[in-house]
């Protein structure tokens, strides 16, 4: 347990601290979210206007506004922002389940062969581990591009992106069998585990029964939901760095991507601003002018791609927060508070 | 008495610090290896064979013999139509055996003036044939003559290098055909050698790791300076709500990923593509950097200075941060080597989003370029990883010297 909490510590990277409980609100905000993300990840079939549809249909306004159409407007290219946005999530939720299930899978199979086996393949996958330590993820998903091309005589387009995520997963792979290795060098001490050697009962039951099940799930759960909101971030990226997918597929990196040039004139305005407002308190410059220029940079600011932006850091943050949740269900269970 | 282990430990220290050095040496080897033989095996790689000549005027005598006396195969042909026929004969297999093809060859070399006012043709022919996932350079000796308008087509690829230049470019992007292990030894010695462009790869590599240097040294120096404070003023005044409020804020900006934080950067201050003083931060908090130094402090200060022996050194007068000094040093080099490789992956996307041209800019540069400049890919990864085993090197080093107890083998 010791071991376990002591790699949540990463999990407290955001908000309040996970001593404090999960409130009943609390509790129902995240119900409501992930709700709203996975039951958004599943629409397609609803009316267009909101979010159904095909999401690369071209509207009339470039860069519309807020309607009863197009409840979150449209992007430069005329096409609906919500209903890329539902796509978008399809791909997310897609994708970031598919890592998970190659972390949980590869971490667990990682941990019990370096937890429970003996010999060499418990110091090859050791030393595994201490190699994918020294470096970056990105950099190896990077690096298995080149493997890629080797592999498939060139690129796939969007199909690459289903072999990197799984690789995401099978590199993250580390953190968890650390921790299910630490609980089975906990576990090999205690008496119920030699009662069962002693049994006669066989590897398979212990490990599946008595180490894994009993034991582990709460581990494997919390790290499940956090490794799911960092594969949200990684898809994201990969997309964005033009190594993701491409058109015909909608992504929410795909999404930023294209809308980055709308961005710039954020800080034009802002800065516009702010000397708007310190000359109208020092009243030293003539402010017909200066509002002239704010409203020129108005002109040209877009809100639209804040929507790609909150949905991505919302939903990593969701399950951040879920796996802080699962995480304190679990210490509480073990009486800890 | 007290002499005979200082010196034993002394040997033991210097023998394990070698057998890190020796492993780390071999770590870069191995998989700077295995980056050269998937390098070696794509379509248009190091394993790739031949290398077709198409055209040529009497001025590129000396460059062909330059190149065959360096050992490179060619096929070539003065003739235009000859020149066509053998393109034409070249589409053809092209089509059939799709992947022989692409990966025997490693350059297509086309003078314009072989292809004098066809070169749109040229260009839809190379777009046809599985010619456009290898690399073409063209080239001219002369002025073209022909219609300007499907030459500026070409423009996209067009190099008009002088023979010398074109010798350069040629020999700086292939190597000739050798069997793996040789290749990589050739590579090795030559390293790193010159991109397509003909271009020395070595200012590249050097000018952009001072910039991914700046940026991690830069933000892993800001936030230890800002955790120190944080964490000394929390044990100067345990109670307050102004030290409380820094560890909230501290803890709220890091739950925001790299990518966000960049892009909202970006959008706030425009595309700067040099050095920005908010760059560290961003790179600090987008990684957790300075929340895991935080936390780590707060957590080791108080278990140090709650040992034993800190409690006795303090209750015979003696200051407690000098004998809890080389424990929280060991524990943040722990810190700072397990984050180092996250900060060079947040380098990555900081890099690429504000356009600032360091290693991480370069690498992403090289892999999404098509066809690939298998040179400047690998100087770009060797760089980094190379960079990245080093400071595992020197913090396993630091840590078994501050720390005798630790033995690594």
Not at chain 2, 59 to 74: F, I, M, P, R, V
Not at chain 2, 196 to 224: H, M, Q
Not at chain 2, 309 to 319: I, L
């Amino acid at each position: 347990m010791k071991l376990a909490l002591k790699g949540m510590r990463t999990l407290e990277m955001g908000g309040v601290s996970s001593a404090i409980k999960h409130s009943g609100v609390r509790r129902s905000v995240l119900a409501i979210c992930l709700g709203l993300f996975i039951g958004s990840a599943l629409l397609s079939t609803i009316p267009e206007a909101w979010g159904g549809g095909n999401p690369h249909h071209r509207y009339n306004e470039r860069w519309g506004s807020i309607s009863f159409a197009h409840p979150l407007g449209t992007d430069m290219n005329r096409k609906d922002v919500l209903t890329q946005l539902v796509f978008g999530a399809q791909t997310s939720l897609l994708m970031s389940t598919l890592s998970t299930f190659v972390f949980l899978l590869a971490g667990t199979v990682l941990g019990v062969l370096s937890g429970y086996c003996s010999g060499w393949p418990r110091n090859v996958v050791l030393a595994v581990f201490q190699v994918l330590q020294i470096f970056p993820i990105l950099l190896l998903l990077l690096l298995s591009m080149i493997f890629i091309e080797m592999f498939f005589l060139g690129r796939m387009t969007n199909w690459n992106l289903v072999i990197l995520m799984a690789l995401f997963g099978v590199f993250s792979a580390p953190k968890l069998a650390e921790m299910i290795r630490g609980k089975i060098l906990a576990l090999k001490e205690r008496t119920f585990i030699e009662a069962a050697v002693a049994l006669g009962l066989s590897h398979r039951r212990i490990i599946g029964k008595h180490i894994i099940r009993s034991e582990c799930l709460p581990i494997i759960l919390v790290q499940g939901a956090y490794i799911m909101g960092q594969a949200i971030m990684v898809e994201t990226t990969l997309t964005f760095l033009k190594l993701g997918v491409e058109y015909p597929v909608v992504s929410w990196g795909l999404m930023l991507r294209k809308m980055q040039d709308g961005m710039i004139s954020w800080g034009m305005v802002i800065q516009q601003g702010f000397r708007y407002s310190w000359c109208w308190l020092r009243q030293t410059e003539d402010l017909n002018i200066i509002a002239r220029d704010w409203n020129m940079g108005l002109a040209d600011f877009h809100f639209q791609p804040l929507f790609p932006i909150m949905s991505i850091a919302g939903s990593a943050w969701l399950f951040l927060e879920l796996a802080r949740y699962f995480n304190d269900r679990l210490r509480l269970q073990d009486g800890r508070g | 008495m007290t002499k005979q282990p200082e010196v034993a430990e002394t040997w033991e220290t210097i023998l394990s610090i070698t057998l890190i050095a020796g492993r780390a040496l071999g770590l870069f080897l191995v998989t700077t290896f295995v980056v050269f033989a998937a390098l070696y095996f794509t379509p248009g790689g190091w394993g790739a064979d031949r290398i077709l000549v198409v055209g040529g005027k009497v001025s590129t005598d000396q460059c062909l013999t330059t190149l065959q006396e360096a050992g490179y195969k060619l096929v070539l042909t003065r003739n235009e139509g000859e020149a066509k026929q053998m393109l034409e004969a070249f589409h053809s297999r092209s089509r059939e055996q799709e992947t022989e093809i692409t990966s025997k060859v490693q350059l297509v070399l086309i003078s314009l003036e072989a292809v004098g006012g066809r070169a749109s043709s040229l260009a839809a022919f190379i777009k046809e044939g599985n010619l456009n996932r290898l690399p073409v350079i063209f080239y001219t000796l002369g002025e073209v003559k022909g219609n300007g308008q499907t030459v500026e087509s070409l423009a996209a690829f067009l190099h008009a290098p002088s023979p010398e230049e074109l010798l350069a470019a040629v020999r700086a992007h292939l190597l000739p055909r050798r069997w793996l292990l040789s290749g990589y030894w050739k590579w090795l010695v030559h390293f790193p050698g010159y991109d397509v462009g003909g271009g020395p790869i070595a200012e590249k590599l050097w000018s952009s790791s001072i910039v991914t240097f700046t940026l991690v040294s830069g933000s892993l120096t800001l936030s230890l300076c800002i955790s120190l404070v944080l964490v000394i003023s929390m044990l100067v005044w345990p109670e307050s709500r102004g030290v409380s409020i820094g560890f909230y804020l501290v803890n709220f900006l890091s739950g925001f990923h790299i990518v966000i934080l960049s892009l909202l950067f970006v959008a706030i201050f425009g595309q700067i593509g040099s050095f920005s003083f908010w760059m560290l931060p961003i790179l600090a908090l987008g990684n957790g950097t300075l929340s895991d130094y935080t936390s780590v402090l707060r957590e080791e200060l108080r278990r140090i200075f709650s040992q034993e022996y800190v409690v006795a050194a303090m209750a015979r007068g003696s200051s407690r941060v000098r004998h809890g000094a080389r424990e929280t040093l060991v524990s943040l080099i722990n810190v700072t080597s397990s984050k180092i490789p996250i900060l060079v992956g947040g380098t990555i996307v900081l890099e690429w989003v504000c356009s600032y041209v360091g290693l991480g800019y370069n690498i992403v540069k090289a892999i999404e370029t098509q066809p690939r400049d298998v040179n400047l890919t690998m100087g770009v990864a060797t760089v980094i990883v190379g960079g990245l085993i080093f400071v595992n090197f020197i913090s396993g080093a630091l840590r078994i010297y501050l720390d005798p107890r630790i033995s690594e083998g």
